[in-house]
């Protein structure tokens, strides 16, 4: 997930990437590459002749026929070359891992493919495809990295399939919400088909069934996040209540006067004024760690702020306003060390990064549903199990209770505890669904394409005179702030909101880190793995239309 502070793509990517829609989408093209295989082993079967510009690539005029090393002859193809086949078939392994596959899982390959044992084929990259058509039992060499289909994709989100303003709706808003597939719509109305009901205690059929819709959607998200135990699922309206709950229920058992809790310049309000709030009620005091140039965090100024007063620390995984991924595990374990606990926001790196909350030891983690395909008013809290139960609860009433007498009240275990009322059952239902989803593509397969789309969008928003990124962080997942000299962000987001492009314009609810830069406001596409090169070829073009005009008609 690391990339260049430069971005520089591999020589003719940026050409490959403007290629066929099977291109865009990620996929390796193995019937094409099939097509080019056959054509050159049928024009020199038996013979060290070489075809020029196979697929556009300049391949050595002669190969030596014997070697020791069966790949000694890779290295007479261009590097970059390489690079870029690679890079156009997103999906089939580079050099290295191909070298690997092959001499692990195809034993005999050159002998298999007509040349003789002993006699190295300095084609048996294309000889490896070519004989995947032929023989089912030989391992695809993209299996490593599987192909990522977005154009199949797209057609789950039934909402992209409209038009705004006479164009195909181009979503690059998912920082603020995602989109939902069909899958979590007919869940939900699934639901309320055949399975509404209040949960638990009811003794008839549409009660069991709706609670165990919704435990089983919590048994989804313990999963996901590799909990320890549904236990540690706390429902909530989304990540903004979870980090009051936290606040209010945890903080003011814990937090006293002269306490310390330490936040960062990236977070967003809602991980700001709860502690604010907190701090005025408490006589704490709210410690902020600075960010560099990048929109990173100075790891040896956080260092400096820990010390024994250090209560809490509170951060973010993923800046909504930049995109920079913070180095949480490490931040983590350094607040672990001063002997504070972890609140983790992870509104915005769920959709896009593997989350393992044992791996990662934070205390608390937090996320909504929306921001991950998921429907609005429903969010997670996870917390550990002994530290949940050893907190008092927030709220009062129904279901959190074990017993209630006019003299005292004790309160179940966690997650019930915090849970009080009726729950947005069908909501955290259809939160299940979304994350059984997205499994099913598979976070690594999801956070490779965007990634690669990713480095894309800023290499082409680079090249455009006038134009600022705000966020430049070498880890960093798919968020694109910018300001576009001579232009307000809200003439911007309306230009292309004209193209059917759309776009968050203003401060993202995070002022304090947009002001670090000198800002109050950003132009900030985000996104997910529906999205395009095609949606963002049209994104730079319309900023190229509006810095055109602004030369010819002034203003």
């Known amino acids: 997930?690391?990339?260049?502070?430069?971005?520089?793509?591999?020589?003719?990517?940026?050409?490959?990437?403007?290629?066929?829609?099977?291109?865009?989408?990620?996929?390796?093209?193995?019937?094409?590459?099939?097509?080019?295989?056959?054509?050159?082993?049928?024009?020199?079967?038996?013979?060290?002749?070489?075809?020029?510009?196979?697929?556009?690539?300049?391949?050595?005029?002669?190969?030596?026929?014997?070697?020791?090393?069966?790949?000694?002859?890779?290295?007479?193809?261009?590097?970059?070359?390489?690079?870029?086949?690679?890079?156009?078939?997103?999906?089939?392994?580079?050099?290295?891992?191909?070298?690997?596959?092959?001499?692990?899982?195809?034993?005999?390959?050159?002998?298999?493919?007509?040349?003789?044992?002993?006699?190295?084929?300095?084609?048996?990259f294309l000889t490896s495809i070519a004989q995947q058509a032929r023989d089912p039992f030989l391992p695809g060499l993209g299996s490593a990295h599987p192909p990522f289909d977005v154009h199949a994709v797209r057609r789950d989100f039934p909402i992209l399939q409209q038009r705004v303003n006479g164009y195909p709706l181009a979503w690059l808003d998912n920082a603020a919400t995602t989109q939902k597939p069909q899958v979590v719509i007919d869940r939900i109305a699934a639901f309320y088909l055949t399975e509404n009901s209040n949960i638990h205690r009811a003794a008839h059929e549409l009660a069991a069934r709706a609670t165990d819709a919704y435990e089983g959607a919590r048994e989804c998200v313990a999963r996901f996040l590799n909990a320890a135990s549904a236990n540690e699922i706390v429902f909530v309206r989304g990540a903004t209540e979870a980090i009051n709950l936290v606040a209010q229920s945890w903080g003011r058992q814990h937090?006293?006067?002269?306490?310390?809790i330490v936040i960062s310049w990236l977070e967003h309000h809602a991980n700001i004024v709860p502690w604010q709030q907190l701090c005025q009620e408490t006589g704490a005091v709210l410690r902020v760690m600075p960010v560099d140039d990048s929109g990173q965090v100075i790891l040896s100024d956080y260092q400096r702020l820990l010390n024994a007063k250090t209560k809490l620390v509170s951060f973010t995984q993923v800046s909504n306003a930049l995109g920079t991924i913070t180095p949480a595990q490490e931040m983590i374990d350094m607040a672990h060390r001063a002997g504070a606990k972890v609140l983790l926001d992870a509104a915005q790196s769920v959709s896009h990064l593997r989350v393992d909350v044992q791996q990662l030891d934070c205390d608390w983690l937090v996320f909504s549903g929306h921001k991950i395909f998921g429907p609005t008013g429903i969010g997670v809290l996870y917390g550990k199990e002994a530290l949940l139960n050893a907190t008092q609860p927030w709220q009062g009433g129904g279901n959190m209770i074990d017993d209630v007498t006019f003299e005292k009240t004790t309160y179940q275990a966690a997650p019930a505890r915090f849970e009080a009322g009726t729950g947005n059952i069908a909501d955290a239902v259809g939160l299940g669904s979304a994350l059984d989803y997205l499994s099913k593509l598979g976070i690594d397969n999801v956070a490779r394409y965007e990634h690669e789309l990713l480095v894309y969008a800023m290499h082409a928003l680079q090249s455009l005179p006038g134009l600022q990124l705000i966020g430049t962080a070498p880890d960093k997942?798919?968020?694109?702030?910018?300001?576009?000299?001579?232009?307000?962000?809200?003439?911007?987001?309306?230009?292309?909101n004209k193209a059917g492009i759309a776009v968050r314009s203003g401060h993202h609810c995070a002022q304090p880190i947009l002001r670090r830069f000198g800002l109050e406001s950003t132009i900030r596409p985000s996104l997910a793995f529906y999205n395009t090169y095609e949606e963002i070829d049209r994104l730079v073009s319309v900023l190229k239309r509006l810095q055109c005009s602004k030369r010819i008609f002034g203003g």
Request: no cysteine; glycine share 10%.
């Open 1 to 124: 997930m690391t990339i260049s502070n430069t971005l520089d793509l591999p020589a003719g990517l940026a050409q490959a990437q403007r290629g066929t829609d099977t291109e865009r989408a990620g996929l390796p093209d193995l019937a094409e590459l099939n097509r080019l295989a056959n054509q050159f082993f049928n024009a020199v079967p038996g013979t060290t002749e070489a075809i020029d510009n196979v697929a556009g690539f300049a391949i050595p005029q002669t190969v030596p026929v014997a070697s020791a090393d069966p790949f000694a002859h890779f290295s007479g193809i261009d590097d970059a070359a390489l690079t870029e086949l690679a890079q156009r078939s997103h999906g089939v392994p580079l050099e290295p891992e191909l070298k690997t596959l092959v001499r692990a899982h195809v034993p005999g390959l050159d002998r298999r493919s007509g040349v003789e044992e002993g006699q190295a084929s300095a084609y048996y």
């Open 255 to 260: 937090i006293g006067e002269g306490d310390e």
């Open 477 to 496: 997942t798919s968020v694109l702030s910018f300001v576009l000299a001579g232009h307000s962000t809200q003439e911007v987001g309306a230009e292309l």
